[in-house]
């Protein structure tokens, strides 16, 4: 059974750092794309940051620069990193991991994947 648990997070001043944290159990974190995306009220959910298959970060606009995205293969862990933080970063932030399809060596899409539970991050002004 695969599970994705979340830790991390809270309640912030803007500028403040917090950090996120994803274990994983039941899959290999880098045998597909994993990441990080978040929603606040009322929106889409949107794109944090991703690691692909082939190692390649990708980051969203909102977050460049003041977001981290690394991992710990041996740990099977996954990280956000998060700097300068500011009131529009406010959201639930969840982990995801992208799942081996039935043919060899293909995954789906991170998000088509597996889910970690949620965690708030609220960063008041």
């Known amino acids: 059974q695969v599970q994705l648990v979340q830790s991390g997070g809270g309640s912030v001043e803007a500028g403040e750092y917090l950090e996120l944290s994803c274990a994983a159990s039941?899959?290999?974190?880098?045998?597909?794309?994993r990441g990080w995306y978040r929603q606040a009220p009322g929106n889409e959910r949107e794109l944090v940051a991703t690691?692909?298959?082939?190692?390649?970060?990708v980051y969203g606009d909102s977050v460049k620069g003041r977001f981290t995205i690394s991992e710990d293969n041996e740990k099977n862990m996954l990280y956000l990193q998060m700097n300068s933080l500011k009131s529009e970063d406010t959201a639930v932030y969840y982990c995801?991991?992208?799942?081996?399809?039935?043919?060899?060596?293909?995954?789906?899409?991170?998000?088509?994947?597996?889910w970690g539970q949620g965690t708030q991050v609220t960063v008041s002004t």
């Open positions: 690691i692909t298959r082939d190692r390649r970060i």
């Open positions: 995801a991991a992208g799942r081996r399809k039935a043919s060899a060596g293909r995954c789906t899409a991170v998000d088509e994947g597996y």
């Open positions: 039941g899959l290999t974190f880098n045998r597909c794309g």
